[in-house]
T-cell receptor, first 115, second 110 residues
Framework: NAGVTQTPKFQVLKTGQSMTLQCAQDMNHEYMSWYRQDPGMGLRLIHYSVGAGITDQGEVPNGYNVSRSTTEDFPLRLLSAAPSQTSVYFC??????????????FGAGTRLSVL | DQQVKQNSPSLSVQEGRISILNCDYTNSMFDYFLWYKKYPAEGPTFLISISSIKDKNEDGRFTVFLNKSAKHLSLHIVPSQPGDSAVYFCAASEAGKSTFGDGTTLTVKP
């Protein structure tokens, strides 16, 4: 199994550009989430989804949009990139948020630089 | 206000010795605590967890201790190996949603 696949691995944008970070999982997981990790900091939740058609905001949602049309895919859209969005982005999935432990499986990350 | 704190950004230990990584939290509603391990250029991977109703969970060389009254947990690695060198994230879960600490970089010297 591929697990959680993120594309692209690296991206450089200019301020104001838009782009979509792709995330796909092949484990039939209900719960998917997007995090960003800034240098020296932990993972901060951007958006999450508890199933197809259902999304909700996390801790730092501003400037990002998500949708969940299928169980497998959970793309993250940057509407108008800003230098403050320079970060490493991780997508994660798990069996379900109703499982208290909710062990998450992470992709390898997308390193984004906004100039 | 940071709900999950890992106050030591880095830790260096000798191979074969014990590594102790610490984590403090403020939210008493957290019901599960997890440790993830992260190598450079990879995503975090799950290591070990503990329920809020337990005070200890062991898995091979890894043991997690929970002190609810102090809102403190720790991860013990015995014996430490060079392959354990990585960033370790503490995470606390409430109703399935996790909050992460900033991580501790562990270096195990041969």
């Amino acid at each position: 199994n591929a697990g959680v696949t993120q594309t692209p691995k690296f991206q450089v944008l200019k301020t104001g550009q838009s782009m979509t970070l792709q995330c796909a999982q092949d484990m039939n997981h209900e719960y998917m989430s997007w995090y960003r990790q800034d240098p020296g900091m932990g993972l901060r939740l951007i958006h999450y989804s508890v199933g197809a058609g259902i999304t909700d905001q996390g801790e730092v949602p501003n400037g990002y949009n998500v949708s969940r049309s299928t169980t497998e895919d959970f793309p993250l859209r940057l509407l108008s990139a800003a230098p403050s969005q320079t970060s490493v982005y991780f997508c994660a999935s798990s069996y379900g948020i109703n499982l208290a432990k909710n062990i998450q499986y992470f992709g390898a990350g997308t390193r984004l630089s906004v100039l | 206000d940071q709900q999950v704190k890992q106050n030591s950004p880095s830790l260096s230990v000798q191979e074969g010795r014990i590594s102790i990584l610490n984590c403090d939290y403020t939210n008493s509603m957290f019901d599960y605590f997890l440790w993830y391990k992260k190598y450079p250029a990879e995503g975090p991977t799950f290591l070990i967890s503990i329920s809020s109703i337990k005070d200890k969970n062991e898995d091979g060389r890894f043991t997690v201790f929970l002190n609810k009254s102090a809102k403190h947990l720790s991860l013990h690695i015995v014996p430490s190996q060079p392959g354990d060198s990585a960033v370790y994230f503490c995470a606390a879960s409430e109703a399935g949603k996790s909050t992460f600490g900033d991580g501790t970089t562990l270096t195990v010297k041969p």
